[in-house]
T-cell receptor, first 113, second 114 residues
Framework: AQSVTQPDIHITVSEGASLELRCNYS??????LFWYVQSPGQGLQLLLK??????LVQGIKGFEAEFKRSQSSFNLRKPSVHWSDAAEYFCAVGARTGNQFYFGTGTSLTVIP | ETGVTQSPTHLIKTRGQQVTLRCSSQSGHNTVSWYQQALGQGPQFIFQYYREEENGRGNFPPRFSGLQFPNYSSELNVNALELDDSALYLC?????????????FGQGTRLTVV
């Protein structure tokens, strides 16, 4: 069965500090992998996605994620966090021929000055 | 701004009632998916419509139903509301397969069942 685990419910970082959000997945084959961000009152916005090829994926807003097949992980990173990055972050997987995303439970990010 | 609009933004219903939630997609987006996001949880797939036909369904009972219209709008209908139906409902539209294109999410409708 497909599942996504985001072990950190809530993370607090200082503005300017680096960030890593963890994501582990369980899937029968190599899935498509996604990171979405959700700000209060907003829908989900796609940050980046991995389909194949280079395991380091660059996204919008300075985010990147690395796919590690051996660890079934797809961690999201940002070298320097801005106050506007405070939001809820969701990791998701999907089948290459499927039609639905399987989301993790999310990580809430707080940025302190 | 994703170009996907949901209405209403908030809604309060009584247990046992019926509700219709609406989603207006971008022009040309022939695929719409609906998700339920309970408090503190990630979104869960309800179903998907492609060219006005249901194209996959998650683990939700038949009292959850949908419609997709030729004008790129869609509806989610829930009958016999239960307290556990209280959640944020999200629609996501895409030009074809959301895995291989990009799905654009609306801001959601917050449904409260009392």
């Amino acid at each position: 069965a497909q599942s996504v685990t985001q072990p950190d419910i809530h993370i607090t970082v200082s503005e300017g500090a680096s960030l890593e959000l963890r994501c582990n997945y369980s899937y029968g084959a190599t899935p498509y992998l996604f990171w979405y961000v959700q700000s209060p009152g907003q829908g989900l916005q796609l940050l980046l996605k991995y389909f194949s090829g280079d395991t380091l994926v660059q996204g919008i807003k300075g985010f990147e994620a690395e796919f590690k097949r051996s660890q079934s992980s797809f961690n999201l990173r940002k070298p320097s966090v801005h106050w506007s990055d405070a939001a809820e972050y969701f990791c998701a997987v999907g089948a290459r021929t499927g039609n639905q995303f399987y989301f993790g439970t999310g990580t809430s990010l707080t940025v302190i000055p | 701004e994703t170009g996907v609009t949901q209405s209403p933004t908030h809604l309060i219903k009584t247990r046992g009632q019926q509700v219709t939630l609406r989603c207006s997609s971008q022009s040309g987006h022939n695929t719409v998916s609906w998700y339920q996001q309970a408090l503190g949880q990630g979104p869960q797939f309800i179903f998907q419509y492609y060219r006005e036909e249901e194209n996959g369904r998650g683990n939700f009972p038949p009292r959850f139903s949908g419609l997709q219209f030729p004008n790129y709008s869609s509806e989610l209908n829930v009958n016999a509301l239960e307290l556990d139906d209280s959640a944020l409902y999200l629609c996501a539209s895409s030009r074809g397969d959301p895995m291989n294109t990009e799905a654009f999410f609306g801001q959601g409708t917050r449904l409260t069942v009392v």
